[in-house]
């Protein structure tokens, strides 16, 4: 069965770094589009960026230049390297498998999800 397995987050001061790690299983990994997605206390479920199958990351406004989506389709990996982080970023940081080989923005367009690993960012 399809898995996703987050790992990396915890608590760092701002303008530090933190590099989340997705580990899927269960599926031909190379084949489809990842997300990463994150939910702040008392908000919605926010998209943060997304890398197709093949082809170029997209990312959400607010952390472009900061945030940086990467596969490795041989550890059937990706990652979410995250540099001058700011306090408005701590939320719980989901990854996502797409229905597809393309990424999206939209929530729905991810049938697969890990349970989320915390990021908090003290000022």
């Known amino acids: 069965q399809v898995q996703l397995v987050e790992s990396g987050g915890g608590p760092v001061q701002a303008g530090g770094s933190l590099r989340l790690s997705c580990a899927a299983s269960?599926?031909?990994?190379?084949?489809?589009?990842m997300g990463w997605f994150r939910q702040a206390p008392g908000k919605g479920r926010e998209f943060v960026g997304t890398?197709?199958?093949?082809?170029?990351?997209y990312y959400l406004d607010s952390v472009k230049g900061r945030f940086t989506i990467s596969r490795d389709n041989v550890k059937n990996t990706v990652y979410l390297q995250m540099n001058s982080l700011k306090p408005e970023d701590t939320a719980v940081y989901y990854c996502?498998?797409?229905?597809?080989?393309?990424?999206?923005?939209?929530?729905?367009?991810?049938?697969?999800w890990g349970q989320g690993t915390q990021v908090t960012v003290s000022s």
């Open positions: 996502a498998r797409s229905r597809a080989s393309y990424g999206s923005v939209i929530r729905s367009d991810y049938n697969y």
């Open positions: 269960g599926f031909a990994f190379s084949t489809y589009g």
């Open positions: 890398i197709p199958g093949s082809g170029p990351p």
